[in-house]
């Protein structure tokens, strides 16, 4: 049990920060090593021939291949993260617009569940939903609400069911 004890006197914390730096600059090994390995797939400049030479001398001489490869071509790989980087957030920014312009717009069923709600109010008859149904359902005309006024052809039909009974 002595033994034990006397574990923590022979590590001392001079020794625990060198190990920990080893082991921090082991991570940031491995982490230079994969996104260089994916640089090298990302390249188009580069042939096939070129990719497998550099990436058997990443794999092959781990050090020294990577070295060279970021003294070599180190100034690409950041203008290539770059684009990549601007290319997601383009196309993130189009979905978004694309995703907001659609949202604008509402549906048949949203169109028809208005209807249906107005009718229960009785601000439109019956003939005038079935028209404005007919016109939501063949996608032909403007929204619901003004669809039920224009479909109907009658103005004095038009004025009460907007008028809130």
Known sequence: MSGQMYLAYDYPLLSVFWSMLVFFL????FILLFRIIVDIFRDD???GWAKAGWLVLVIVLPFLGVFIYVIARGKGMGRREVAQARAQQESFESYVRETAKGGGRSS?????????????????????FRKAKELVLSDYGPSAGAGAGAGTGTGANAGPSTSGR
Not at 26 to 29: F, K, L, N, T
Request: net charge negative.
């Open 26 to 29: 082991w991570i940031m090994w």
């Open 45 to 47: 400049d580069m042939g």
């Open 108 to 128: 048949s069923v949203d169109e028809l569940a208005k209807l249906s709600e107005i009718r229960a109010r009785g601000d439109i008859t019956d003939e005038e």
